[in-house]
């Protein structure tokens, strides 16, 4: 039986840069679902099933921050690229902070667009596969992954992950103890490697830290390894 196609939700109130990302991610055989406002954005994504949202920043009637930051309240772990003109570092730490998986700065190249679709939806895909069956959890120590849910708990406490967070704490996890390099984790959850994408992981593991650590200044569970990277010591100091 043939797969079905993926479900893509484009918000943008540029008509220009919207059809034309329908048309490209259309022609690349995806199923595509706009929206012209920041509003009409959020009720389709709440109320329809997406594998994917590419998401503007500045709209009318609400923000892309702030549609962002209400589909992960509503606990929607669906993968959120958003497309911006708005590219300083602290732009895109405000847009990872509200659980956006990558940022891309406008003018962009489509292929480039289409490229990090494909790598977002693949990466979904693998955790689906690669991490046990419905329902089971994965243990090592202190923390407890539920794979399903995209959440974890730490010495009972729960906390809901983003994709792009879980991923890396699920790579780390794989590797517990042993400092994991920056571009292994690059690889293993974008599936490519930048000198840009660095300061892009280094912002989700900071979002991760605060998520988990009792004491973010103290980290307990996910340390900085200099000139390497991370390691994730899981029953703590």
Same mark, same amino acid.
């Given at each position: 039986m043939a797969e079905a196609k993926k479900r893509i939700l @484009? !918000? &943008?109130? &540029?008509? #220009? @840069? /919207?059809? +034309?990302?329908?048309? #490209? !991610? /259309? %022609? %690349?055989?995806?199923? !595509? #679902? =706009? $929206? *012209?406002?920041? +509003?009409?954005?959020?009720?389709? $994504?709440?109320?329809? =099933?997406? &594998? +994917? @949202?590419?998401?503007? !920043?500045?709209?009318? *009637?609400?923000?892309?921050? #702030?549609?962002? *930051?209400? @589909? /992960?309240? $509503?606990k929607l772990s669906i993968p959120i690229l958003m497309l911006t003109a708005k590219g300083t570092i602290e732009d895109k730490t405000s847009g990872f902070d509200c659980g956006a998986d990558d940022y891309l700065v406008k003018p962009f190249d489509v292929q480039e667009v289409l490229l990090r679709i494909r790598v977002l939806l693949r990466r979904n895909t693998v955790s689906v596969e690669s991490t046990p069956l419905a329902g089971e959890v994965l243990r090592s120590g202190d923390i407890e992954i539920f794979p399903e849910s995209l959440e974890v708990v730490i010495v009972n406490r729960k906390v809901k992950l983003t994709p792009t967070e879980f991923e890396i704490l699920y790579c780390l996890l794989q590797h517990f103890n042993n400092p994991v390099t920056l571009a292994t984790l690059l690889d293993e959850v974008w599936g490519y490697d930048s000198n840009e994408d660095v300061r892009m992981l280094r912002v989700h593991v900071g979002g991760l830290r605060n998520k988990i650590e009792p004491d973010v200044k103290n980290p307990k569970y996910l340390h900085t390894v200099t000139n390497v990277g991370y390691k994730l010591t899981p029953f703590g100091n």
């Open positions: @484009i !918000v &943008d109130d &540029d008509d #220009d @840069i /919207r059809e +034309l990302l329908e048309f #490209d !991610v /259309r %022609s %690349s055989g995806y199923f !595509v #679902d =706009t $929206a *012209k406002d920041g +509003l009409e954005g959020l009720n389709k $994504a709440l109320n329809n =099933t997406y &594998d +994917l @949202i590419l998401l503007d !920043v500045m709209m009318p *009637k609400m923000n892309g921050f #702030d549609v962002c *930051k209400n @589909i /992960r309240n $509503a």
